[in-house]
């Protein structure tokens, strides 16, 4: 089930750091809300580390599925990841060895 519709004055009441989802590259993505200039929306992706500038037509709340409730909500603020220390090491290669007969 898709998000519901939205109502396009949402933006009217967007503050710095917002969670917005913009329409870029045949997608919907996750960005924040950074600034706005007449029809221009400054967005910036913290986990891409680009800006992005939109017009409100590729702007939409950004939406979170809540499974126990099973519908749509939307975040105030998007969640920070947390660290998770080192990167996995790559697999070892595997090897063969030869039994001896």
């Known amino acids: 089930m898709p998000p519901a519709e939205h109502d396009a004055d949402f933006v009217d009441s967007l503050k710095k750091g917002s ?5 870029i590259e045949e997608g919907w993505w996750e960005v924040e809300f950074v600034s706005r200039s007449a029809d221009d929306f400054t967005v910036e992706s913290k ?16 939406w979170k599925w809540d499974e126990k409730s ?12 947390k660290e998770k220390g080192a990167p996995p ?11 001896k007969t």
């Not at 969670?19 to 329409?23: G, H, N, Q, R």
């Not at 090491?89 to 039994?99: N, Y």
């Open 70 to 81: 099973r519908s749509w909500g939307t975040h105030d603020r998007l969640p920070t990841p």
């Open 47 to 62: 986990r891409y580390k680009v800006q992005h500038v939109v017009q409100r037509k590729d702007l939409r709340p950004a």
């Open 19 to 23: 969670a917005l989802e913009i329409f």
């Open 89 to 99: 090491r790559a697999a070892p290669k595997a090897t063969s060895k030869k039994q």
